[in-house]
T-cell receptor
């Protein structure tokens, strides 16, 4: 049983397209993280959300706690956005750092 | 901007050998973590560390694993007797205070290959 589900698994887009990646989770959470994993393997934290919406540049993350769902949006996508995007949740009541990860969404943006 | 560093970037070892993976967390951070990612699979939590002791560990973190902060800067993960299935990418992370709403900063990872 996967506590964190992401969709789609793979996504190919043309440069400039608006992209949405979805994350659903089945546990009560304290926080949700969106991470970016580069082709070389390194992981970068994009957002940490506990409610509402956050925006950073062309990236927007939203969370609906009642529906146990979060989305990551990329506006005006660019080939450099190509990466694996990972959703990870901190279980409510869990200790700090014990994140539960989704399998990731592999995004490829074509020029 | 401060960052988490890890060495080596790639470690190849023979089955049964001991390996030590090293991490230098961001200097004013208090919580440290190790994660692993087997090729093609999702990232998995191994252990969290605070105030010189393990805060929490997963089922994966069995007796063959240990963590240590030997000095004021390094944070190490030791695997005593490596198995083939230990081959994975190992990520270190740190956070300022370990609070539930803290951002974790990840290192670039060490790719461990067990032959």
């Amino acid at each position: 049983k996967n506590e964190v589900e992401q969709s789609p698994q793979n996504l190919t887009a043309q440069e400039g397209e608006f992209i949405t990646i979805n994350c659903s989770y089945s546990v009560g959470i304290s926080a949700l993280h969106w991470l970016q994993q580069h082709p070389g393997g390194g992981i970068v934290s994009l957002f940490m959300l506990s409610s509402g919406k956050k925006k950073h540049g062309r990236l927007i993350a939203t969370i609906n706690i009642q529906e146990k769902h979060s989305s990551l949006h990329i506006t005006a996508s660019h080939p450099r956005d190509s990466a694996v995007y990972i959703c990870a949740v901190l279980n409510y009541g869990g200790s700090q750092g014990n994140l539960i990860f989704g399998k990731g969404t592999k995004l490829s943006v074509k020029p | 901007e401060p960052e988490v560093t890890q060495t080596p970037s790639h470690q190849v070892t023979q089955m049964g050998q001991e390996v030590i993976l090293r991490c230098v967390p961001i200097s004013n951070h208090l919580y440290f973590y190790w994660y692993r990612q087997i090729l093609g699979q999702k990232v998995e939590f191994l252990v969290s560390f605070y105030n010189n002791e393990i805060s929490e560990k997963s089922e994966i973190f069995d007796d063959q694993f240990s963590v240590e902060r030997p000095d004021g800067s390094n944070f190490t993960l030791k695997i005593r007797s490596t198995k083939l299935e230990d081959s994975a990418m190992y990520f270190c992370a740190s956070s300022p205070s370990g609070g539930r709403l803290d951002t974790q900063y990840f290192g670039p990872g060490t790719r461990l290959t067990v032959l």
